[in-house]
């Protein structure tokens, strides 16, 4: 079967059937039932959610999507004419709320990370729509003179927000292997997304998780070095070791000494 094309339904559609029934499904994945699609309807309700719409990569249900976790689809929905990212969580999902994520989404927003949260029921989380590239393709299509100074500029703005869900006590969980977890923008300032996996700790890691990922052991770290011409991982390994042990403002400015070093 071929995949289904592009479609934007209201919520009135959706609920009617008679435009929109296949897409109604991806609103209960995997297991539909009526009862638990009106319950999920009306929460789209008090959301504010005028529009709905089905595009992306991803397939569920030969229905195409913006993305799809062993937690949740995410969706674009539109409210007052504004573009948004909409969570939907999977009716087989391993929690029965959303609430945590969007506390989690709400308390980085206080720190200036992560995509803006908009709103959170018990089955569907709003938040901004970030218009951006996956890490790994940005890099991939990294070329041409000033490079070195580009790739460098979304590292450190990165580990920088990472410095700042450390300081609030943010674990966002997935950052040592952040393939999916980091857009950049037009602009080249990445955002860090998807806090699914967030937990509070006093001994939250972001920048030590992050920092192995691009320069240490993570899948884009070679050519992250060869284009920075890094060859001081010792002296990074030292520096992320003193400030695992304190998280201060001193010892994260030590690893960016370090980054920015040339040889």
Not at 24 to 42: A, K, N
Not at 58 to 72: A, F, M, N, R, T
């Amino acid at each position: 079967m071929a995949p289904l094309p592009f479609a934007r339904f209201s919520l009135s559609e959706l609920r009617s059937f008679r435009t929109g029934r296949g897409y109604s499904l991806v609103l209960c994945y995997p297991q539909f039932d009526i009862g638990e699609l009106e319950e999920r309807m009306h929460e789209l309700e008090t959301l504010g959610i005028t529009f709905i719409e089905f595009s992306g990569p991803k397939l569920v249900y030969e229905i195409p999507v913006l993305g799809k976790g062993c937690v949740g689809i995410v969706l674009i929905a539109y409210r007052q004419g504004e573009k948004l990212v909409l969570k939907v969580r999977r009716t087989d999902a391993n929690r029965s709320s959303l609430a945590w994520e969007g506390d989690c989404l709400k308390r980085a927003n206080e720190v200036g990370v992560g995509p803006r949260f908009y709103g959170v029921t018990k089955n569907f989380l709003l938040m901004e729509y970030v218009e951006g590239t996956i890490f790994p393709e940005w890099l991939r299509n990294l070329r041409g003179k000033g490079r070195r100074e580009r790739l460098l500029k979304v590292l450190l703005r990165a580990l920088e927000d990472c410095f700042r869900l450390d300081n609030a006590r943010i674990f966002h969980g997935e950052l040592s292997s952040a393939s999916k977890h980091i857009l950049v923008t037009s602009q080249d300032i990445p955002r860090i997304i998807d806090f699914e996996g967030a937990s509070l700790s006093r001994r939250a890691s972001n920048v030590t998780a992050l920092a192995q990922y691009f320069l240490i052991g993570g899948g884009p770290s070679s050519r992250i070095r060869r284009i920075l011409g890094f060859r001081r991982k010792e002296e990074l390994l030292e520096a992320l070791r003193a400030y695992k042990r304190m998280r201060s403002l001193e010892f994260f400015e030590a690893i960016e000494k370090v980054l920015k070093w040339r040889q």
